[in-house]
């Protein structure tokens, strides 16, 4: 019997069985369109991480932000709050926090 998760919106989503796992992984290899990752590029993509930043540690806080840059960013899709902190990491580059 399978296992299923419930995600946070309530969605609830079926985990694959060993052999259901197998076969969907067999099919994958099979696409031309899709080959597997090489080590290397599997090795770079976990040392990007989510947000495109080599060794970034995330930092879970709680900002007062003003409605309109935040709904022209949500307005954007998904990624959104990654694109925030691109957009701060590029300010610091050239500013200091006390500029502001």
């Not at 991480?49 to 709680?62: C, E, F, M, V, W």
């Amino acid at each position: 019997m399978s296992k299923t998760i419930t995600t946070r919106d309530g969605r609830t989503l079926r985990i694959p069985t060993k052999k259901e796992a197998e076969h969907i992984h067999a099919a994958a290899l099979l696409d031309p369109d899709c080959p597997p990752l090489t080590e290397a590029e599997a090795k770079k993509i976990n040392r990007i991480g989510r947000s495109g930043y080599p060794n970034l540690r995330l930092l879970q806080d709680a900002a007062l932000l003003d409605a309109e840059p935040v709904k022209a960013f949500r307005a954007t899709g998904t990624g959104w709050e990654s694109r925030i902190v691109r957009v701060l990491h590029d300010w610091l580059q050239t500013h200091s926090p006390m500029d502001a």
